[in-house]
């Protein structure tokens, strides 16, 4: 069956059974960011952006992504957003191994976007959802950074605004 979707701002058809998980037709398609790595919905390896929400591709079944947009690190690493994470978590030392990328960026891109000057508790919540499946970072460590990349977005935000005026 062919299904046509926007992937990463490109339009796509490809050639899949409705039923095959999103995540074997992208890394199919050479969209290496998305790991396999519990493949049961746990991990958040394999996350990209569904319509802009962040969503684990190994339990979406390509069929239901006909005429969507998906998005996944390889054109999110242009936007400013990606950049105002990495400078926040370098700025808190947070050490990444690449693995769970996509879950960190995704998560935290979501999170700041909805939340701008997120409280200690709304953070620790967040953090609590997502640390379980890391292994390489100090959950103090990425709540700094989370609360870096917040203050950065805010700041860049506020820089375009005051140029526009
Ligand atoms: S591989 Fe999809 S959540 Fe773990
Ligand atoms: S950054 Fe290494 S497993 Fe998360």
Redesign the pocket.
Known sequence: MNIAFTLNGTETVVDAKPDEKL?DVLRKNHIYSV????????????TVLLDGKPV????IPVGIIMNSKIQTLESFEKEDIYKDIVKGFKQAGVQLCGYCNSSKFFSVYDFIKKISRPTQEQLQEFIDDIFDACNCTERETLMTGVLYAAALKLEREGKKKNAAK
């Open positions: 995540i790991k396999n790595g519990c493949g049961c919905g746990r991990c958040g390896s394999c684990k591709s190994c339990l």
